[in-house]
């Protein structure tokens, strides 16, 4: 059974770092991309990053590029985010999931049940 | 980035009814499409992909429909469960984007 699991949100000031965690289990880890995707308190779902099974790719969105670092320990079966000069519209339910397959990349099958991160002063 | 415009944002419906749901982007992706429900408080559910593959474990009361720029998401016989918020994705390209949802309500 598949489980993901995000854990190290919180509250944060501006300009503040976070580090995001998403255990997983129930499947090979190593075999699967991941992605992270928030929700800001009342809104839609935006994707965040993308990091391939085998680490060898990274995508971000603009918005966040150079400021977020999408990892991920194959031994220790969990994916991370680190986030860096938060700013307050960085607030949001952080959301881990699971690539559906290499065939349909770019799309999710489970998701994790979120952790918050209150960027503010 | 490719835009996807969701429609109508939200809904009323009464049990027992079939609903209808849209979505279009702002170029073509093929069959690229996926669809989520939310429901309050709690992580997205996976629906469909390619356009309307359902998810393991997915009633067949939901089907999709759909491809280059025009969507449909279709919601047969709703029951109580599924009064909840409809989201569209296209992974066609990055950034991957999502439609702004449509939140599905009792009448």
């Known amino acids: 059974q598949v489980h993901l699991v995000e854990s190290g949100g919180g509250v944060v000031q501006p300009g503040g770092s976070l580090r995001l965690s998403c255990a997983a289990s129930g499947f090979t880890f190593s075999s699967y991309g991941m992605y992270w995707v928030r929700q800001a308190p009342g809104k839609g779902l935006e994707w965040v990053a993308f990091?391939?099974?085998?680490?060898?790719?990274?995508y971000y969105r603009d918005s966040v590029k150079g400021r977020f670092t999408i990892s991920r320990d194959t031994s220790k079966n969990t994916l991370f985010l680190q986030m860096n000069s938060l700013r307050a519209e960085d607030t949001a339910v952080y959301y881990c999931?699971?690539?559906?397959?290499?065939?349909?990349?770019?799309?999710?099958?489970?998701w994790g049940q979120g952790t918050l991160v209150t960027v503010s002063s | 980035d490719i835009q996807m415009t969701q429609s109508p944002s939200s809904l009323s419906a009464s049990v027992g009814d079939r609903v209808t749901i849209t979505c279009r982007a702002s170029q073509g992706i093929g069959n690229y499409v996926a669809w989520f429900q939310q429901k309050p408080g709690k992580a997205p559910k996976s629906l469909i992909y390619?356009?309307?593959t359902l998810q393991s474990g997915v009633p067949s009361k939901f089907s999709g429909s759909g491809s280059r720029t025009d969507f449909t998401l279709t919601i047969s016989g709703l029951q109580p469960e599924d009064f909840a918020t409809y989201y569209c994705?296209?992974?066609?390209?990055?950034?991957?984007?999502f439609g702004g949802g449509t939140k599905v309500e009792i009448k």
């Open positions: 994705q296209q992974y066609n390209s990055y950034p991957l984007t």
């Open positions: 999931a699971r690539e559906l397959s290499t065939a349909a990349a770019g799309t999710f099958d489970y």
């Open positions: 990091i391939r099974y085998d680490g060898s790719d990274k």
């Open positions: 390619a356009a309307s």
